[in-house]
């Protein structure tokens, strides 16, 4: 099983960048996936997430508007679009993939957020 994350980087505020994380090993289709990010000193918490089908989407408060997820079950990929990007944004964001009580995690992508 792998979750593999990119598209981290250095961006100023107010940008966008596009996360993705690319899955293999397991059956995708039938994984809710979601998106988590730690910031240094702070708690893991949930960013977005996202059902099986794509047919549903939760999002924290924090990034509800900003923040788009989706995926593609035919390439086995799971994105996180960030726009209007803020300094708070900066964390390591870590893809997660779930069906009942089976979790994968991927490994993090460094976002940061600065001018």
């Known amino acids: 099983v792998q979750l593999v994350g990119s598209g981290g980087r250095l961006v100023q505020p107010g940008g966008s960048l596009r996360l993705s994380c690319a899955a293999s090993?397991?059956?995708?289709?039938?994984?809710?996936m979601s998106w988590y990010r730690q910031a240094p000193g702070k708690e893991r918490e949930l960013v977005a997430s996202?059902?099986?089908?794509?047919?549903?989407?939760n999002y924290a408060d924090s990034v509800r508007g900003r923040f788009t997820i989706s995926r593609d079950n035919a390439k086995r990929m799971v994105y996180l679009q960030m726009n209007s990007l803020k300094p708070e944004d900066t964390a390591e964001y870590y893809c997660?993939?779930?069906?009942?009580?089976?979790?994968?995690w991927g490994q993090g992508t460094q976002v940061t957020v600065s001018s």
């Open positions: 996202i059902t099986s089908a794509g047919s549903n989407t």
């Open positions: 090993g397991f059956t995708f289709s039938s994984y809710a």
């Open positions: 997660k993939a779930h069906w009942n009580s089976v979790i994968y």
